[in-house]
Nanobody
Framework: QVQLVESGGGLVQPGGSLRLSCAAS????????MSWFRQAPGQQRELVAIITSGGRTNYADSVKGRFTISRDNANNTVYLQMNNLKPEDTAVYYC????????????WGQGTQVTVSS
């Protein structure tokens, strides 16, 4: 079974922190670039952060200095540590994987809701 399963979303106050996890199965995880996207109501889905199979990272300007993407290849998991959260961060967060090596494949997770509110 090929799938990505996100977890860790929830309700948090502005200035708070949250860590999202995305567990992959059915793929050779180390060959994949892994990304986090988010989509707020009425908005287009946007790239938040990416970590390549080689460990390079990049971030959207809106989250630089606040969010950190990381991966644990031994556990087939990618994380998004979110600090100093703002109401504008409220969205459904999606995990996405695309193969850098071997057969070209890609897949999306089901999404996890993050709500930042007082």
């Amino acid at each position: 079974q090929v799938q990505l399963v996100e977890s860790g979303g929830g309700l948090v106050q502005p200035g708070g922190s949250l860590r999202l996890s995305c567990a992959a199965s059915g793929i050779i995880f180390s060959r994949y670039s892994m990304s986090w996207f988010r989509q707020a109501p009425g908005q287009q889905r946007e790239l938040v952060a990416i970590i390549t199979s080689g460990g390079r990272t990049n971030y959207a300007d809106s989250v630089k200095g606040r969010f950190t993407i990381s991966r644990d290849n031994a556990n087939n998991t990618v994380y998004l540590q979110m600090n100093n959260l703002k109401p504008e961060d409220t969205a459904v967060y999606y995990c996405y994987g695309n193969a850098d090596l071997g057969p070209r494949r890609s897949m999306w997770g089901q999404g996890t809701q993050v709500t930042v509110s007082s």
